[in-house]
C-alpha cells in the first residue's frame, strides 16, 4: 500500500487563522470562548461560543484576504473558512501543480457537519416575507455541503477527485482518513482534505440548546464553559472555523522535497448502532475506532504517546469515551497524555476532527501536548489518567491517536506517527 | 429619470466588482464584465428593487448588456 504523509496545515478557529498562530495560544493555554457576537442571544440559553476573531489584527479572519468581496455574498461562511484554511495549506506545502496531469492528480475532499445553516436560515425567512422572486440565484451553491470542495478545486486549479464527507462531528476525521485512503489506492497523488462549519447562528445554537446538549450554568464565564472532564461540565460549546490538511503520497513528497510533519498511518470507523444523538454506554464504537486505527497502523496502544479526545464536555460522552480509552490501553494508560482541545476552542462540529487531527501533528513536531483547560475537580473516573489538566506538557510524541465521534452513531480514529 | 443610468452603472459595479471605467453603456454582462448566468439573476434582482419595477423572466433574458437595463427601466420603471 502507497503510504501518505502530511506536508501542509491550515487553521481558521476561535484561537486565529494560521497554524503557527493557532499552536502558540493553544499552548499558552489560551480560551477562544467568548460571549456570542453578531446576533441576539437574550432569549437562548447558551450564550457563549467559540468564533472566528473578525479584524485585520494579528491572527484575525479578514475575509478580504481570502475571497473578493463581490463573491463573499455567493457563499456561506463554512466555505469561507474552508477556503481560508485550504489557502494556507497548501501554501504551507508548496505544491504547486504545473501540468495538466499533477492537477488530474491533486484532489480535494473538505466536508462539513451542517452546511449553510445561516443562509438556509436568511433564505427561508426571505422567501416568507418578500416571496420566491427575491430568493437569491447563490442561494443553494452558498449552502451546499461539498461547494466548499468545489470553491477550493476552482480556485486552485485541482481537478483529481472532489469529494465531501457529512457525517456530523466525525467529518473532518472521516475526510482526512478517507483522502488518504484515496492517495493509498492511487486515485491521487495529493488530497486537500478537512472540515468545516460555521453554524454559530441563531438557528444552530437554538438547536442544539433544544437537543439540551449546550453548556447552560457559564454564560457570565464563557472561558469557563469549556471544561471536559471537569465535574462541573454542563454540555458543550459550540464553535466554528475549519481545519485543511494537504495530504501526499511519501515518495511524490520525497521527490519534491516537501516538509513532512508526519505520517498517517491509522485510521479506524465505526457505528454505533444504539441512538441518534447519545452515544452507546458501553463506548464499543469508540473502542472499534481506536483498535481499529491501530491495527491499521500496526502499533500496539503502548505505541501512542497522545491521545487527542473528542471530549466535548458533556458528562455522558466523556466518561464513555474515557472509558474506552481506559479498555483499550489498559496498562499502557500510565504513560499516555489525553487531552480535549475542545476546552479552548469549542466543538468545530464537522471541522473539529480535521482541527484536532492538526493539533495533534504538532504535538508531535513540538514535543508538547496541549492542555484541558478548566479542570479543576476531575470526575473520579480521572483518577490516575493524564489529562494534561490546565497547563501543557513537555514529552516526546511519536504517535498521537484523534478521536471523533459524531450524531448518529458514527465513530473515527486518526493516528499520525513522526516521520524520521 | 436622468440618473437611471448612473444608478444602473452603480448596481453593475458593486455587484460584478468591476472598474467604474468599464461598465459603459454597450457593455455586455457576460462577455465584457465577467459575469456568469446566475450574476445575470441577481444583476436583475438588483435592478428590480433599486428601480421598484417587475422585470419578468422573459423581458430579464433580453437584459443582456447596461443599455438593454436602462432602456427596460426607462420604458417600464414608475415615474
Given at each position: 500500500?502507497?503510504?501518505?504523509?502530511?506536508?501542509?496545515?491550515?487553521?481558521?478557529?476561535?484561537?486565529?487563522?494560521?497554524?503557527?498562530?493557532?499552536?502558540?495560544?493553544?499552548?499558552?493555554?489560551?480560551?477562544?470562548?467568548?460571549?456570542?457576537?453578531?446576533f441576539?442571544?437574550?432569549?437562548?440559553?447558551?450564550?457563549?461560543?467559540?468564533q472566528?476573531?473578525?479584524?485585520?489584527?494579528?491572527?484575525?479572519?479578514?475575509?478580504?484576504?481570502?475571497?473578493?468581496?463581490k463573491?463573499?455574498?455567493?457563499?456561506?461562511?463554512?466555505?469561507?473558512?474552508?477556503?481560508?484554511?485550504?489557502?494556507?495549506?497548501?501554501?504551507d506545502?508548496?505544491?504547486?501543480?504545473?501540468?495538466?496531469?499533477?492537477?488530474?492528480?491533486?484532489?480535494?475532499?473538505?466536508?462539513?457537519?451542517?452546511?449553510?445553516?445561516?443562509?438556509?436560515?436568511?433564505?427561508a425567512?426571505?422567501?416568507?416575507?418578500?416571496?420566491?422572486?427575491?430568493?437569491?440565484?447563490?442561494?443553494?451553491?452558498?449552502?451546499?455541503?461539498?461547494?466548499?470542495?468545489?470553491?477550493?478545486?476552482?480556485?486552485h486549479?485541482?481537478?483529481?477527485p472532489?469529494?465531501?464527507?457529512?457525517?456530523?462531528?466525525?467529518?473532518?476525521?472521516?475526510?482526512?482518513?478517507?483522502?488518504?485512503?484515496?492517495?493509498?489506492?492511487?486515485?491521487?497523488?495529493?488530497?486537500?482534505?478537512?472540515?468545516?462549519?460555521?453554524?454559530?447562528?441563531?438557528?444552530?445554537?437554538?438547536?442544539?440548546?433544544?437537543?439540551?446538549?449546550?453548556s447552560?450554568?457559564?454564560?457570565?464565564?464563557?472561558?469557563?464553559?469549556?471544561?471536559?472532564?471537569?465535574?462541573?461540565?454542563?454540555?458543550?460549546?459550540?464553535?466554528?472555523?475549519?481545519?485543511?490538511?494537504?495530504?501526499?503520497?511519501?515518495?511524490?513528497?520525497?521527490?519534491?522535497?516537501?516538509?513532512?510533519?508526519?505520517?498517517?498511518?491509522?485510521?479506524?470507523?465505526?457505528?454505533?448502532?444504539?441512538?441518534?444523538?447519545?452515544?452507546?454506554?458501553?463506548?464499543?464504537?469508540?473502542?472499534?475506532?481506536?483498535?481499529?486505527?491501530?491495527?491499521r497502523?500496526?502499533l500496539?496502544?503502548?505505541?501512542?504517546?497522545?491521545?487527542?479526545?473528542h471530549?466535548t464536555?458533556?458528562?455522558?460522552?466523556?466518561?464513555?469515551?474515557?472509558g474506552?480509552?481506559?479498555?483499550?490501553?489498559g496498562?499502557?494508560?500510565?504513560?499516555?497524555?489525553?487531552?480535549?482541545?475542545?476546552?479552548?476552542i469549542?466543538?468545530?462540529?464537522?471541522?473539529?476532527?480535521?482541527?484536532?487531527?492538526?493539533?495533534?501533528?504538532?504535538?508531535?513536531?513540538?514535543?508538547?501536548?496541549?492542555?484541558?483547560?478548566?479542570?479543576?475537580?476531575?470526575?473520579?473516573?480521572?483518577?490516575?489518567?493524564?489529562?494534561?489538566?490546565?497547563?501543557?506538557?513537555?514529552?516526546?510524541?511519536?504517535?498521537?491517536?484523534?478521536?471523533?465521534f459524531?450524531?448518529g452513531g458514527?465513530?473515527?480514529?486518526?493516528?499520525?506517527?513522526?516521520?524520521? | 429619470m436622468?440618473?437611471?443610468?448612473?444608478?444602473?452603472?452603480?448596481?453593475?459595479v458593486?455587484?460584478?466588482?468591476?472598474?467604474?471605467?468599464?461598465?459603459?453603456?454597450?457593455?455586455?454582462?457576460?462577455?465584457?464584465?465577467?459575469?456568469?448566468s446566475?450574476?445575470?439573476?441577481?444583476?436583475v434582482?438588483?435592478?428590480?428593487?433599486e428601480?421598484?419595477?417587475?422585470?419578468?423572466d422573459?423581458?430579464?433574458?433580453?437584459?443582456?448588456?447596461?443599455?438593454?437595463?436602462?432602456?427596460?427601466?426607462?420604458?417600464?420603471?414608475?415615474?
Open positions: 500500500m502507497r503510504r501518505v504523509v502530511v506536508t501542509g496545515l491550515g487553521l481558521v478557529t476561535p484561537l486565529g487563522v494560521g497554524h503557527t498562530v493557532n499552536w502558540e495560544r493553544l499552548i499558552a493555554g489560551q480560551s477562544g470562548i467568548r460571549a456570542i457576537t453578531g441576539e442571544t437574550s432569549d437562548l440559553a447558551s450564550k457563549v461560543a467559540g472566528v476573531p473578525r479584524g485585520t489584527g494579528d491572527g484575525d479572519f479578514n475575509a478580504d484576504s481570502f475571497v473578493p468581496p463573491d463573499q455574498r455567493k457563499m456561506d461562511d463554512f466555505i469561507l473558512y474552508a477556503i481560508a484554511a485550504a489557502q494556507e495549506a497548501i501554501r506545502s508548496g505544491w504547486t501543480p504545473q501540468t495538466d496531469e499533477e492537477r488530474e492528480r491533486t484532489g480535494v475532499m473538505v466536508g462539513s457537519g451542517i452546511g449553510g445553516l445561516p443562509g438556509i436560515a436568511d433564505g425567512v426571505t422567501l416568507h416575507e418578500k416571496g420566491p422572486r427575491r430568493l437569491s440565484p447563490f442561494f443553494i451553491p452558498a449552502c451546499l455541503i461539498n461547494l466548499a470542495s468545489g470553491h477550493i478545486s476552482i480556485q486549479g485541482f481537478k483529481g472532489n469529494h465531501s464527507v457529512v457525517t456530523a462531528c466525525s467529518t473532518g476525521a472521516h475526510a482526512i482518513g478517507d483522502a488518504a485512503r484515496l492517495i493509498m489506492w492511487d486515485d491521487a497523488d495529493v488530497m486537500v482534505a478537512g472540515g468545516t462549519e460555521a453554524a454559530v447562528s441563531r438557528l444552530g445554537v437554538a438547536g442544539f440548546a433544544a437537543m439540551r446538549a449546550l447552560t450554568n457559564f454564560n457570565d464565564t464563557p472561558e469557563k464553559a469549556s471544561r471536559p472532564y471537569d465535574k462541573d461540565r454542563d454540555g458543550f460549546v459550540i464553535g466554528e472555523g475549519s481545519g485543511v490538511v494537504v495530504l501526499e503520497e511519501l515518495e511524490h513528497a520525497k521527490k519534491r522535497g516537501a516538509t513532512i510533519y508526519a505520517e498517517i498511518v491509522g485510521y479506524g470507523l465505526s457505528g454505533d448502532a444504539h441512538h441518534i444523538s447519545a452515544p452507546a454506554e458501553d463506548g464499543n464504537g469508540g473502542f472499534r475506532a481506536m483498535s481499529g486505527a491501530l491495527k497502523a500496526g500496539t496502544p503502548a505505541d501512542i504517546d497522545y491521545v487527542n479526545a471530549g464536555s458533556t458528562p455522558l460522552g466523556d466518561e464513555i469515551e474515557l474506552a480509552v481506559k479498555r483499550l490501553f496498562t499502557a494508560m500510565d504513560k499516555l497524555a489525553m487531552s480535549s482541545t475542545k476546552s479552548a469549542g466543538h468545530l462540529l464537522g471541522a473539529a476532527g480535521a482541527v484536532e487531527a492538526i493539533y495533534s501533528i504538532k504535538s508531535i513536531n513540538h514535543g508538547i501536548v496541549p492542555p484541558t483547560l478548566n479542570l479543576e475537580n476531575p470526575s473520579e473516573s480521572c483518577q490516575g489518567v493524564n489529562l494534561v489538566a490546565k497547563v501543557a506538557q513537555e514529552r516526546r510524541v511519536r504517535a498521537a491517536l484523534s478521536n471523533s459524531g450524531f458514527t465513530n473515527a480514529s486518526l493516528v499520525f506517527k513522526e516521520f524520521a | 436622468s440618473d437611471i443610468a448612473e444608478r444602473v452603472k452603480k448596481i453593475v458593486d455587484h460584478l466588482g468591476v472598474e467604474e471605467s468599464k461598465v459603459v453603456e454597450n457593455a455586455s454582462f457576460i462577455d465584457d464584465l465577467g459575469a456568469d446566475l450574476d445575470t439573476v441577481e444583476l434582482m438588483a435592478f428590480e428593487e428601480f421598484g419595477v417587475e422585470i419578468p422573459d423581458a430579464a433574458e433580453k437584459i443582456l448588456s447596461v443599455k438593454d437595463a436602462i432602456d427596460f427601466i426607462k420604458a417600464n420603471a414608475p415615474a
